[in-house]
């Protein structure tokens, strides 16, 4: 038996098409009954009209740009920069102490 509205080959006891899903109708031998000859009547159908395709602007695609990695050795940088300074610091706070020293017993 085959589907009357795709062609599909379907099986006896089927009730809808496996395949559009449309009711299989029965045949005479399956039923024992004969049906009538009755002309198929086709509805034709307005095709959907959508209008004009309407797209929405696409924004620019850039490169992708990994994130540059964090250096460690600005950290070491920064401590040495400290140490410098301090002991800049203390170079001047001992020379100070022995202006003053000498002034003072001179």
Do not use: H, W
Not at 32 to 40: A, E, H, N, T, V
Not at 70 to 98: E, H, N, P, S
């Amino acid at each position: 038996m085959y589907c009357k509205n795709c062609g599909t080959q379907l099986q006896d006891n089927d009730v809808f098409c496996t395949n559009c899903g449309s009711k299989a109708e029965e045949t005479a031998a399956a039923t024992g009954l004969k049906q009538p000859d009755q002309p198929l009547q086709v509805v034709p159908q307005k095709p959907y009209d959508q209008g004009p395709a309407r797209q929405t602007p696409m924004s620019p695609v850039y490169p992708y740009s990994p994130t540059p990695p964090a250096y460690t050795a600005a950290a070491g940088r920064q401590k040495k920069t400290g140490l410098v300074v301090a002991l800049a610091a203390g170079g001047v706070l001992l020379l100070a102490l022995i202006i003053f020293l000498a002034v003072r017993f001179l």
